[in-house]
C-alpha cells in the first residue's frame, strides 16, 4: 500500500514536469453579458474563453458575468469604451445609440434569413461594421451572436395579425428605429432596459416584448408570458466587442489570437442557433405558451418599410447607404 502511494507521487511529480510550461494569467479579461450564461450569448463567450485561454497557453484568462451583473447592455457598451470593462456581448440594437450608422442592421426586414445574417456579419459587411464600430462607439468587434429573428411575447391575448397589435404594450430597448416599427405596426412600444423587463412583464407595466425563442426561453418569459407570434421583423445579430483602446494596446500577435478566438467562437454560435432555436421554441410551448404564425406579415414588411426606413435613412448615414448594403446582401 505504501509502495503503491509512493509509486503514484513519482508519476504524478514526473507528469507535472511534463506539462508544458503555461504562464500564469497575465491579464484576465472581464467580459459582461445582457442574457444568461446558457443563452446564445453565453454560448459566444464561453467559446471565445476557451479557444483564447488555449491559444493564449494561460497567458489570458476570461471571466464571464452573465444576466447583466455587470450593468444593462448600453453601460456595457459605454464601460468597454472607456476600459472600466474589457468587452461584453449585446444585441446589436443595445449598440445602435453609439454608432448610428450600424443602425442599419436594425431596420424592420433588412434581413430575411440566417444567410443575410451572416452575409451581414462576414466579408465586406463584416469589415464595415467592424470600422464603423471602432469609428463612432470605441469597440472592436470579435465576433457575432446569430440570434435569429426576434418574436413577439405578450400576456394579453394571441397576436397573428396587425388588427391584434392594436391596444398592446411592448417592451422594447432605447432603440429608436425599434421604437418607430412598433408603433408604426400599431402597437404601444414602451422603451426600457433589459434588466427590467422580466419584472415589468410580470407586474404587467407591459403586455409584451420581443426577442429571440433561445433568449425567451432562457429568459424564463413563459414564466410571464402566454403567447409568441413568429414574427419576422428583426434578425438579432449580437456581437462580442471588447474596448478598441484595449485591442489596441495589444500586441500584433495576440491581436491575432483574440481575433481568431471570436472567429471560431462566431461559427460556433452559428452552428449552435441554428439547432437550438428550434428547441428553445418546443421548449416554450411545453412550458403552456401558446405558440402562432403571423397570418399577414406581408402587410407588416410593407408598412414597416414603407413607414419606417424613409424616417431613418439620414440617421444610418443616407440611403444610398443602405442601398449598398441591400446590393451587399444581394437584393
Ligand atoms: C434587448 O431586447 O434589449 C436585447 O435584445 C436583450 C438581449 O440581450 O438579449
Known sequence: MK?????????FLVAALMLPVSASAEKTLKIGLGDPIDSDQGVLALRFKE????????????????AGQL??????VKD???GSLDGAVVAVNNITPFSKSVGILTLPYLMQSFDD????????LGDKWRAALIKEAGV?????????????????KPVKNLADLKGLTIRVPKNAIMIG???ALG??????????????????VVDGQDNPHITNYTMKFYEVQDYTSEVHYLFSLQPLVVGEKFFNSLSAEDQAMFTRAGIEAQQYNLLFSVTQSETAKQNMIEKGVEYMEIEDEDQWSKLAMEKVWPDFYESVGGKAEVDNVLKALGR
Open 3 to 11: 509502495r503503491f502511494t509512493i509509486f503514484s507521487l513519482m508519476m
Open 51 to 66: 479557444i483564447l485561454e488555449k491559444t493564449s497557453g494561460g497567458k489570458y484568462k476570461v471571466d464571464i458575468f452573465p
Open 71 to 76: 450593468g444593462d447592455e448600453q453601460k456595457m
Open 80 to 82: 468597454s469604451r472607456r
Open 117 to 124: 445574417a451572416v452575409k451581414a456579419t462576414t466579408g465586406e
Open 140 to 156: 472592436h468587434v470579435l465576433g457575432w451572436a446569430y440570434s435569429n429573428f426576434r418574436v413577439l411575447t405578450n400576456s394579453k
Open 181 to 183: 416599427t412598433w408603433q
Open 187 to 204: 402597437a404601444e412600444p414602451i422603451p426600457m432596459a433589459w434588466p427590467e423587463t422580466f419584472t415589468a412583464l410580470q407586474q404587467k
